[in-house]
């Protein structure tokens, strides 16, 4: 007993040396650092949380005195934290309301600026037994089913998009996401454009009261749900579709022609939202017109205050924010994100510019 | 959970002017204000978080009123939100869980503490406590990947076609719903029924057995009339501990209830509760009547658990009065 007691003794002590020992290394550290290091604290989004952290990484290597941390908290949070001023930036899949904007305004007597950084878009995906062609869809189509009004895969409003492709009587197992996000927030966003009855019923916006269907947390959620229940239909993020091999129909554009999501038609709608772009940024690009354009894009945004107290705070982030629209560009194609069109970096170096 | 209040034996002679100087030299004086410290805090963080709750509550308090229990509309985009089809999911789900989970659970617990060979009893209890220590995630995993698969494919045709006639077992087959996070639910919770239970069988006295068998019972005889009804308070701490679980329970319940709010007879029908809306929504609620009717929620959750767990208390005091075993819940 004793020799154990005097085991554990030298044990302890030896833990406790180590602890400190640790401990004075990890002080040491966070001295040399707060000397010589900026540190910038942004949270939101988490759709665009891959690009952003591949480009606060490769920022950080060029200016190893420069440091961004960012939070994926979710768009909803991101704009929370900003306004609270417990963040210098924010990032939001869905772009800030008047509301929002008046009560940043309010608080601060300045306003918070927009700027799109990647694109992204949202496909459907379903699993119907025996169909392997890809389907097309219209949007009265994905209106419909998700509003439970169409509730067969042979419904006209499917089949006539579809001709040649032989679709089951069975009724549609609607899947949508449970959890509040930016994919949603696009989803909802092209049916309220798409859809009057939509708009009225159910509107636009990260979480919403879905008339049918069952809720999958997040894009592994719903699409594991549609893998494991036949005939049934999802929507899932661009990019995780593309990581994952899944299978998305084309869906059909403003002008007439159906398009399958990918990297280039993504950015084709931008191009096509970018002559009428507002000075704010803050436009949705659902819907855009052009004949490549696919309609269930949309930017996201990093949300930037106009005003910085701290000089060294502000020189750092635009010169991250430049860096990131022009040399920065070129990590995102590796990553599925969908460029900027050129219009649209030109006008946000303007933007920059006028940040105080 | 009975308060043992130790009252300290007075420092002998020393007592007196120099008592407690004395007694701080010792120690106890302050252990005791430490240990106090430490019980006082349980109850501090409990009135802190009402007080956060009800703070963080205030718009749709005033809002909706007594009507957030009584509306079935979760709508964040019109603002309207209703807590009904939420609290609703939180009871079945559990109550699926329990009434899975309870007889499972106890039996093996019998055998264990009963009938099982020493050895065999210490190696199975090595894997529950396994069990329980697995993350709630894994076990929302398992549900999402195998255990729904099973019940759209072979437990709920099967249920439609033999027990069909019933309303809990209508309506198509999704394999999400209140029966598959029942289901899921139970397995997470059967652990902590097993071994509570387990350790409560083994602290009856021997004596009671004995004269049990002395009387001429036999063993499951002994097991169920003796030993069964002496432990009973304890079993019932055991079974509360797996239903608090079961109501808070959030990762693994989301995944496989299909987060549709909706009140249905049907166990096949998908269904939401309160830990997974709150778990789903909370990060991307903007509006603040959203992220406050949330908050109202949760508020609702310690409610229900608050009320749930003083029924416990009440029923453990009313069994014990109709002369079981001591109270050792």
Redesign the interface.
Known sequence: MKRIAGKLLIFVAFCSLAVYLVSSIDLAEQTVLAQSTLLINGAGATFPYPIYSKWFDEYHKKYPNIQINYQS?????G??QVTEGTVDFGASDGPMNDD?LKAYRDKYGYGILHFPTVLGAVVPTYNIPGVKAALNFTPEALAGIYLGQVTKWNDPAISAANKGVNLPGE?I?VVHR?????TSYIWTDYLSKVSDEWKTK?????????PV?????GNE?VT??VK??PNSIGYVELIYAAQNNIDYGAVKNASGAFVKANLASVSAAASSAAKEIPDDFRVSITNAPGKTAYPISSFTWLLIPEKFSDAAKRDAIKGFLKWALTDGQSYVENLSYAKLPKEIVAKESKVINSIQ | MSTTTTTVPSAGPAAGSHSIFARLRTGDEIARLITFIFAASVVLISLLLIFELWRGSVLPRHKFGLHFFFTD??????D?FGARPFIYGTLITATVALVLAVPLGIGAAIFLAELAPQRISDTLQFFIDLLAAVPSVIYGLLG??VV??IM?QYVQPGLQHTLGFLPLFQG?A???GFLTAGFVLAIMVIPYIISVSREVLLSVPRNQREAALALGATRWESTWKVVLPFARTGIMGSVFLALARALGETMAV??VI???PTISASLFS?G?TIA?VI????????SDL?VQSLVELGLVLFLLTFILNGLARLLIVVTAQRGSGTAQA
Do not use: C
């Not at chain 1, 908290?73 to 949070?77: E, K, L, N, T």
């Not at chain 1, 449970?178 to 930016?182: A, K, L, Q």
């Not at chain 2, 778990?279 to 903007?286: D, I, K």
């Open positions: 908290v979710g768009s909803g949070a704009i929370k929002q009724n197992v449970s959890d509040g996000s930016g159910v509107g636009k916006g990260t979480s919403v009261n879905w269907g069952l809720g999958g947390k959620g594991g749900l494991s229940t | 509309v979760w709508d964040p985009i019109f309207h999402v990947f729904v698969p759209r198509p999704y394999g999400v989301t995944m299909g987060n549709t998908p939401y997974a778990a789903n929504e909370f990060s991307e609620a903007t959203h």
